[in-house]
Every structure is written in structure tokens, then in C-alpha cells.
């Protein structure tokens, strides 16, 4: 046991060091952030990956509808009732911001009039929103305030503003924006300091409408 024990960590070591020199060049369009990695991928991948779209589940697409494009105010980019899919039928949208083609999806295939995610299960544990501006965010909550939906959490995580919420469907929903990634909390090492952050102010927030 012990030599396939040496044996592994050997070739671990010998991945490791030909990783490191096949790192892909960064250039400053590349850079997502300032943040120096805690332990880095043995094979890292290419650093302008993201995140494209989050597909959810839903009990109600018209109920879903009304939360996303009515309240949020993304637009619709497909739309469908009793399509084929998973073994059965559904109903599905698909909303985006800014011409994409989708930022988010949802269908009912597997969970039409069904409940929330239950506790003690694993799964999404929220999606986060990502706004360009913290004007933008401003806005966002502005239009949730105005129909009186409930805010689970606002917080200052030092990297960015967050605001948590359910949608209809229970799912929890962040609403953030970023702050300039020069003014993010770093340790003398580069390395992310571990602060979750103190409360938002959401009357602060609301004058950045003027």
C-alpha cells in the first residue's frame, strides 16, 4: 500500500509541474479577477470560461414568467407549451438579457404544480444575477420593492453587493454586482480574504437612482 501510495503522489507531482508550464498566457481581457488561487487545477482550463445559462425546473411556466420578465425585466427569447422532452411534455421559456440567447431556462417536463426543493437534499443551492453597474442593481431592487417582494438577505461581501430572494418557485436568487476587482479584499498572499460581509444597505442602495 504504502509504495502505491508514493507511486501516486510522484505522478501527482509530475502532472503538477508539466501543468504549471503549459499554463495558457493571460492576457488583461482574460483576466476575470485579481484573485491568486488557493490550490490551482493540476490541468487548468481556459481562463475566459464563465458561466453561459442556469436551467431550472418550474411548477408554473406563467407564474415563472411573471417574476423573471415582468418584475426583472429580462426579455423572452423562446417561449413554448406542450413540448416534447424528458419522456413527456411541458411547457418551456427561456429569457436573456441583451440579445443572448439565453441567460436563463426553465421547463416543467419533471415538475409541473410540484414544490420546492425540499431541505436535506443536494442540488442548486442558489443562481446568482450578475448586474453591470451598481446603478443596475439599484434598479433591480427598486422594482422589487415596488410589488412588496420579500428580501431574504442583502449583504456587502466586500468583493460585490448581494441581495437573496425566492423566486415563485423557492429557488434562491442572488442579485449582485461587482465591485472593480482592484478593491477586492486580498491577503498580503493575493489570496481571497475570508469576510461574509456586513449588511447591505438597501436605502443607500435605492439613492443610486438620484
Do not use: C
Not at 5 to 34: C, I, K, N, W, Y
Not at 118 to 128: E, K, M, R
Request: cysteine-free; hydrophobic content about 35%.
Amino acid at each position: 500500500m504504502v509504495p502505491e501510495l508514493t507511486r501516486r503522489g510522484t505522478l501527482h507531482a509530475e502532472t503538477r509541474a508539466r501543468s504549471t508550464r503549459s499554463l495558457p498566457p493571460m492576457s488583461e481581457d482574460d483576466v476575470q479577477g485579481g484573485i491568486a488561487p488557493l490550490a490551482r487545477a493540476p490541468r487548468p482550463l481556459d481562463p475566459r470560461v464563465r458561466i453561459g445559462h442556469v436551467h431550472l425546473r418550474t411548477a408554473d411556466i406563467d407564474r415563472i414568467r411573471g417574476f423573471y420578465v415582468d418584475i426583472l425585466g429580462f426579455d423572452v427569447v423562446g417561449e413554448g407549451r406542450d413540448i416534447p422532452g424528458w419522456g413527456t411534455v411541458g411547457d418551456v421559456l427561456f429569457v436573456s438579457a441583451g440579445g443572448y440567447h439565453h441567460h436563463l431556462g426553465f421547463n416543467t417536463w419533471k415538475s409541473k404544480d410540484g414544490g420546492p426543493q425540499p431541505d436535506g437534499v443536494t442540488g442548486l443551492h442558489h443562481v446568482a444575477i450578475a448586474y453591470p453597474t451598481r446603478a443596475a442593481l439599484a434598479d433591480a431592487y427598486a422594482r422589487l420593492h415596488e410589488v412588496g417582494w420579500p428580501i431574504r438577505q442583502a449583504t456587502d461581501h466586500g468583493t460585490h453587493e448581494a441581495i437573496y430572494l425566492s423566486d415563485p418557485d423557492g429557488n434562491a436568487v442572488e442579485l449582485m454586482w461587482d465591485r472593480d476587482p482592484g478593491e477586492w479584499p486580498l491577503d498580503e498572499h493575493g489570496h481571497l480574504r475570508g469576510d461574509m460581509g456586513a449588511d447591505l444597505d438597501l436605502d443607500a442602495l435605492l439613492r443610486e437612482l438620484g
